[in-house]
């Protein structure tokens, strides 16, 4: 079963994103919230985005966030100590199995992949 959920990339959207998603657990709500934030960062408040959660094959819960910028591509950094951003690659990139991007003509599609099955 897959979740999807369409909404404007706003600050004021997160948290009501992350509530919608309470019944997938912390993870998942923390994934969401770190990808479309990313979207909001990098590409500019107010873009329409697309949040999937869903189970995959072999019983992990892939998490996806599909914008329409296929040019602003996410990048891993190593924030130092006292920097003020940088972080929310960095967090995903532990929490999850494994993440990426899928790139399209139209947009893209930063997902990752969380151990355990989707909860509901």
Do not use: F
């Not at 999937?52 to 914008?67: K, L, P, W």
């Amino acid at each position: 079963m897959t979740y999807e959920l369409h909404l404007l990339a706003t600050p004021k959207a997160v948290p009501e994103m992350r509530h919608s998603l309470r019944h997938y657990g912390y993870d998942v709500g923390l994934c969401a919230t770190e990808l479309v934030t990313n979207v909001i960062d990098h590409i500019g408040e107010g873009t329409p985005v697309t949040v999937r959660v869903a189970r995959t094959t072999d019983g992990r819960t892939r998490v996806e966030v599909t914008d329409s910028d296929p040019r602003a591509l996410p990048v891993l950094l190593h924030a130092g100590p006292d920097a003020e951003s940088g972080r929310g690659l960095a967090l995903l990139d532990t929490l999850a199995r494994r993440w990426g991007v899928d790139q399209g003509a139209d947009g893209k599609t930063v997902w990752c992949e969380l151990e355990g099955e989707v909860r509901r």
